[in-house]
C-alpha cells in the first residue's frame, strides 16, 4: 500500500510539472525597468526540442536583436529560471497565471532589474531574416570555455566548436572589430563570428570565438586596451588551443575582421601562430586611414569637396595636437583653440555637407576628446606597416570592393609591407561587390548592413576555409 502511495506521489508531482512546462511556452513579452528613454522591449520564446526539451530565444525588441542565446532553462512548480550568459545575465521568474510572469533580469554582479512578462500570441514585429545563422541540432560540438592571458590578469569566456569526428583538427581564434563585442561579433543584428565559425566547423576547421575584455563573461577593462593588449588576449586564446588534444598545436591561426585585421598582424609576431586572414585589415598610420574612410562615405552620401576638405582639416587639426602634445590637460586647450579656428569654414557649409560630414556648428570640442585616451593615442603612434613587414607566417589578406569603412587600397599596402619583409606566403583577394561585412552590396553604406539578410558571402566563406585548409592540412 505504501508502494502505491508513493508511486501516485511521484505521478502527480511529474503531472504538475509537465502542466507547468506547458504552460510557460510561447511567447512572453516585458519591459526591463530602467531609468532610460527607450528602455529594453524584451521577449522570450520558449518551446520545446526534437526530444521534447524545453529550450528558450530571447529577443530585444525595440534594438533588433533576436534570437539571444538562452540556458539551462529550468521550470520548478511555477517558479522558472534560465541564463543568458551572452549578456551576463539570468532571468528568475513566477508564474502568476497562465498569461502573467513576475520576474526579474539578475546580472552577475548581483543587481536586479524588473521585468514581468504577458503572454502574446506572437512577437509584435517580424524577425530580421538572417538565414545563415545555425539552428540547433548542430552536426557538431560546442563548449564553453575560459583561458587567461596571465600576464595582463584577464579571464577571458568563449564557444569552442569542434568538427563531429577526428582530431587534430586546425583551428582559429577570431578577433573582432572595433569597440567591445561579445563573441559572435554582432554588428547590426548580423553575428559575424557566429556564422563564420560554423561555416569553418562544418569545414573541419576548429573555432574559438571569445567575449572581449569587458563584454560577457570576459574580465578586464575594453576601454584602456590598446591594440597590444588585444593581441596578447588572441595570443592566449592560440596558446589555450595547443593545450587541446583535439587540435594540432601546430595548425592555429587567426581570423581578425576590421580592427582585428589590424590586431592579428601584432599577434601574429608570436611564434605560435601558424597563419593570420587579415579581413578588411590595414598597413597604413591611423590618421589615414581615418581621412580615407570620411571621405569614401562623404562622397557615396553626396557631400560637396568643400565639405570633405573642411572635415579633413578638423580631423587634422585634432590629430597633429594629439601626436605633439603628451600633456592631455594642454592638448585639450590646444585642439578647443584649433577648432574655434575652424569654426568659421563649417559655419560656411550647408547643413547638409554638416549632417553627412557629422560635424556640429559650432564645433562640439568634447567629441574629440575620446581620441587623447591611451588606446587611441597609441594608435598615432604605431607603424602599422612596420608590424605587418615583420610577420612571416602565412598570410590571406581580404576587402570587398565597395568596402568605405577600410578602402580595399589597404590591399595593395599590406602586399607591399609583407613582401618587403620577404613573406613569400601572401594571398590577396579583393571580392567584387563586396561591403566591409563582406555581404554582397549595392553601394557600400553602412546603412545597408542591417537591411541585407546575407551575413557573410557564401564565396568568401569558401574561400577562407579552402585557404586555411591548404596552408595546415599536409
Known sequence: ??????????????????????????VWIGTLKLEEADPPQ????????????????????????????VENLRVTGKDLQMDIPTLSTHFEGHLVND??????????????????LTKTAALPVP????????????????????????????????????????SRFPAVVLISGSGPNDRNETIFTHKVFLVLADYLTRAGIAVLRVDDR??????????????????????????????RSEINPQAVGLIGHSLGGEIAPIAALSPEVAFAVLMA????????????????MGRLHGATPQGIETNRKVLEAVFNVIKTESNDSIAKLKIAARLLELDREVAKLSAKDRTIMELSQPLHVEEFFNFLSVPRRADFVRDQAAI????????????????????????????????????KQVTIKLFEGKNHL?????TGSVSEYEEIEETIAPDVLAFMATWIKQHTIK
Open 1 to 26: 500500500m505504501k508502494s502505491n502511495c508513493t508511486l501516485l506521489l511521484l505521478l502527480l508531482v511529474t503531472i504538475s510539472f509537465s502542466l507547468q512546462a506547458q504552460n510557460v511556452k510561447g
Open 42 to 69: 524584451v521577449a522570450f520564446e520558449i518551446f520545446e526540442d526534437m526530444q521534447g526539451r524545453l529550450n528558450s530565444l530571447m529577443h530585444i525588441i525595440n534594438q533588433k536583436n533576436f534570437n539571444i542565446k
Open 99 to 116: 498569461s502573467t510572469i513576475a520576474g526579474f533580469l539578475v546580472m552577475n554582479d548581483k543587481r536586479k532589474f524588473t521585468l514581468n
Open 127 to 166: 524577425k530580421l531574416r538572417r538565414p545563415q545563422e545555425p539552428i540547433p541540432p548542430l552536426p557538431y560540438r560546442e563548449e564553453e570555455v575560459v583561458f587567461t592571458n596571465k600576464a595582463a590578469g584577464v579571464s577571458l569566456a568563449g564557444t569552442l566548436s569542434l568538427p563531429p569526428a577526428g
Open 214 to 243: 569587458g563584454v560577457g563573461q570576459s574580465t578586464g577593462d575594453y576601454e584602456s586596451a590598446t591594440n597590444e593588449d588585444l593581441a596578447a588576449d588572441a595570443v592566449a586564446g592560440v596558446q589555450y588551443l595547443q593545450t
Open 281 to 296: 585589415g590595414s598597413a597604413c598610420p591611423a590618421e589615414v586611414g581615418y581621412y580615407e574612410g570620411c571621405e569614401a
Open 388 to 423: 605587418v613587414k615583420q610577420v612571416k607566417c602565412p598570410v590571406l589578406a581580404m576587402n570587398g570592393s565597395r568596402d568605405i569603412q577600410v578602402l580595399p587600397s589597404q590591399l595593395k599596402r599590406i602586399e607591399k609591407a609583407l613582401r618587403a619583409g620577404g613573406n
Open 438 to 442: 563582406f555581404q554582397h552590396a549595392k
